[in-house]
């Protein structure tokens, strides 16, 4: 094979690995990125039963409740007043989760519909705002902004 | 006065990078001949004096919290150790960008000192585009962020430093990072010099090469010790997540892993001319693409600290700029940069191409998978994307990658006979079958752990094959370096692929007295306590925890409040032995009165930052070789010299 040839193959061959990462990766991507609710989406257009996806908004006042084995958590996300989607959660809250605070439960959502949370993403500090609930309304936003810097002392 | 010290010299240095890069460009276009040039290498090394004198400024005003100073007050206070006061002139966005410019310059000022081996245009070429890097960093400290600005009144009290960054760890893991980037800018300027000057040739190679080495040790300390605080200090159990900051700092990574391997074909055998060139560009983008990500705040991230959208833009527009410059450079000259040596498919040089194939593909995957939720959020669609997506997509490049990389070192340079090789294969193929079968027999373990286990094995008998029927004193110190990096790979695959497959978790509330278990330990809740540290306080849990029934270790698992910013960490209890770690983790107190504990029994985890230290101590055994074999030449070439002078005068 002559050096030129040589040269030539090898560009081609890398650039066929790597379109085909980017290929499989664009493929893999629409399939399998979890996709973020608020909780009016997800009861106007749930997700599949058992799809991995991520569900924000504000925890409700006063339906923070905890279960007999004393680890397992219950309560609301609520986004626009009327609408709430039940959390059940097993496991030690983050550092500042709070009644009325924000946050991002990442889970499934059972037939039930129950949202069954494995993590919760709530902020690390006073100004940590979770960036998927930027898209809340104003009034939603300016309220969490309040909320999320009061009363941590 | 300080302050205004600090702020001069960096002025000063900024105007020594702007001569550096004319009179560097001027000698270039003109040949070697103009007056200028003689004034590249020393405006290179009186940059670096000036710029660490700015340093240290710096580090002065935090360690004796100058209120006058607005980046000291915004993120000091004077209660904190000292420790972290000096820490804290790194850990915001201003600081640590003096510190980048810092390192950038005094690299410079060591190639414009020592570096004898190019040709003198393509050292000023080399200069130059350095000259160029540093003066958009230096552009944006003294137009946008001075660190040095003071408050038309001095404060009275500091603000404090993000209590997450308080640790130890975290205080030396962000210049870490930093030491890596640097270095793979100054890759970026030897690519674009031998660019300018077409001299891409094996002596560019080994003079790039010791700063991608360095680069590289670097950066894998970085995450490997970024990867470690995310375990301990979150307190979540888990070591990577696939946040985008951790991407960050995994694509440099992968760009420098090829580069490194692709350079030291460069040097060694003359091929892969261009793809090195092109490497060394990537690279570098990829440590300003992290670098975006991680200050611009356009990605959601837990790890991300100093966001600001503004320098964001900032930072993007010197990416485009450099990367841009260097893509554009590289399509006009890539063309006429002559042909390298050829070789065989079946060759060191063979399965080095294939793995560096790999690696891009992977870099391509990890890129994508960060970027996308900013290209879906174009369209309103949020999305997240994680492990469901980086593992398997992942792995279809991993697996052949580490199987090549178990076998290729075996394989002579040039051209090889795969069945020359056949007994070696032979042993990694059973091994690997072996390992599938036990451990498939003995547990459950889903596909990809047990991959993980069955490459983690044959990677590290693979690693030690080159080895065999050697002298092992006569082996050299930069082999040594392969084999020892190559098997820390094998030992951080077995770290986690153990750490999925078989790690155990309990959740539970207990009260005081009461006894839990998880995985071989027993848990006993002794007691639950207030204590204070200097800038905290905190409820403490005791407990004992027993292995097998053995003697009972005190562990003390701590959620602490800070008041400094007000802010709640999770102090986790670790539990080593040499089979695996417990995590201890306190949790909140349950309405009727129990402690919440989560429990992990993690086997053979610590393997995962064992493995990735090892690769590093690669990294400096190859760079120690190198830079050693150097000195001899050099030592060499001078003697013959001395020796024909000494001739020449006789005769």
Not at chain 2, 397 to 424: H, I, K, Q, S, Y
Request: glycine share 10%; proline share 5%.
């Amino acid at each position: 094979m002559k050096a030129k040839h040589q040269r030539l193959v090898l560009v081609v061959l890398a650039l066929i690995a790597i379109v085909g990462a980017g290929l499989l990766a664009t493929y893999a991507l629409r399939n399998q990125a979890s996709y973020f609710y608020l909780p009016e989406q997800m009861l106007a257009d749930p997700p599949q039963v058992g799809q991995a996806v991520r569900l924000g908004g504000m925890v409700e006042r006063g339906s923070l409740k905890t279960d007999a084995d004393g680890v397992t958590l219950r309560f609301n996300v609520t986004g626009n007043e009327s609408s709430r989607v039940p959390v059940r959660f097993s496991g030690i809250a983050p550092d500042l989760f709070v009644e009325g605070s924000g946050v991002v439960a990442e889970g499934r959502l059972e037939a039930d519909g129950t949202f069954v949370a494995d993590n919760l993403l709530a902020k690390h500090d006073e100004n940590y705002v979770p960036k998927e609930l930027e898209g809340m309304t104003q009034q939603q936003a300016s309220r969490m902004a309040e909320e999320t810097t009061v009363g941590l002392e | 006065m300080i302050a205004e010290v600090g702020l001069a010299a960096l002025w000063l240095a900024a105007a020594l990078a702007a001569l550096q890069m004319v009179a560097g460009f001027l000698a270039v276009r003109a040949g070697d001949e103009t007056e200028l040039a003689g004034l590249i290498r020393p405006a290179a090394v009186v940059q670096g004096v000036l710029v660490s004198i700015s340093f240290v400024m710096l580090l002065w005003l935090f360690a004796v919290t100058d209120l006058s100073v607005k980046l000291v007050v915004a993120n000091s206070h004077s209660m904190k150790p000292l420790v972290f006061k000096i820490a804290g002139a790194w850990g915001n966005h201003e600081g640590s960008m003096l510190l980048w410019v810092t390192v950038m310059a005094l690299a410079g000022a060591l190639i414009a000192l020592v570096e004898r081996r190019l040709p003198e245009r393509t050292m000023q070429a080399t200069l130059a585009a350095q000259g160029v890097v540093s003066l958009g960093f230096y552009a944006f400290l003294l137009f946008s962020s001075n660190p040095f600005e003071r408050l038309p009144t001095p404060a009275a009290e500091g603000m404090g430093l993000n209590p997450l960054l308080q640790d130890l760890g975290l205080a030396f893991h962000p210049p870490t990072l930093y030491l890596g980037y640097v270095g793979l800018s100054v890759a970026f300027s030897f690519a674009v010099g031998a660019l300018l000057t077409r001299q891409v040739t094996p002596d560019f190679a080994r003079a790039m090469r010791p700063w991608v080495l360095g680069a590289w040790v670097f950066l894998t300390v970085g995450i490997t010790a970024g990867s470690y605080w995310a375990y301990y200090e979150l307190g979540w159990g888990g070591w990577w997540f696939w946040d985008p900051v951790e991407n960050a700092s995994l694509m440099p990574w992968l760009a420098a892993t090829a580069l490194l391997h692709s350079a030291s074909v460069l040097a060694s055998r003359d091929a892969l001319r261009v793809w090195t060139i092109m490497l060394g560009v990537v690279a570098f983008s990829m440590s300003m693409v992290g670098t975006f990500l991680v200050r611009s705040g356009i990605l959601t991230s837990v790890h991300a600290f100093a966001v600001d959208p503004e320098r964001g833009s900032f930072i993007l527009m010197l990416l485009t700029l450099y990367i841009g410059g260097a893509l554009l450079l590289f399509s006009l000259r890539a063309g006429t940069v002559s042909e390298g040596e050829r070789f065989a498919v079946a060759s060191r040089e063979g399965a080095l191409v294939f793995n560096n194939v790999m690696l891009s593909a992977i870099l391509a995957i990890v890129l994508l998978g960060t970027l996308y939720p900013l290209v879906t959020e174009a369209f309103d669609v949020r999305v997240s994307v994680g492990p469901p997506y980086f593992n398997p997509v992942g792995a279809i490049f991993t697996v052949p990658m580490l199987v090549v990389m178990a076998v290729g070192p075996l394989l002579r340079w040039r051209r090889d006979r795969l069945d020359r090789v056949r007994n070696e294969i032979a042993i990694i193929a059973a091994l690997t079958l072996a390992a599938i079968v036990l451990f498939s027999l003995v547990a459950q373990v889903e596909l990809l752990p047990l991959l993980g286990l069955a490459l983690g094995l044959a990677v590290g008998v693979g690693s030690l094959l080159p080895l065999r029927g050697r002298k092992l004193t006569r082996v050299p110190i930069a082999t040594w370096g392969m084999v020892v990096a190559h098997f820390g790979i094998a030992v951080a695959l077995l770290g986690m692929a153990s750490e999925s497959a078989f790690s155990k978790e309990r959740l539970a509330a207990v009260e005081i007295g009461q006894s839990t278990t998880v995985g071989p330990w027993t848990i006993t809740l002794q007691g639950v306590e207030p204590v204070a540290g200097p800038n905290w306080t905190a409820i403490e849990g005791r407990m004992a925890a027993s292995y097998a029934g053995g003697e009972p270790t005190i562990i003390d698992p701590q959620a602490r409040n800070f008041w400094a910013p007000p802010q709640q960490t999770t102090e986790s209890a670790l539990v080593t032995r040499w089979n695996g770690q417990l995590y201890a983790v306190m949790g909140d107190r349950a309405p009727d009165g129990r402690w919440q504990l989560r429990l992990w029994w993690k086997p053979f985890v610590p393997l995962i930052w064992l493995g990735g230290l090892l690769v590093a101590f690669g990294g400096v055994l190859a760079l120690v070789g190198r830079v050693l074999a150097d000195l001899k030449r050099r030592e060499v070439v001078r003697r013959m010299a001395s020796r024909r002078a000494e001739q020449e005068k006789l005769a």
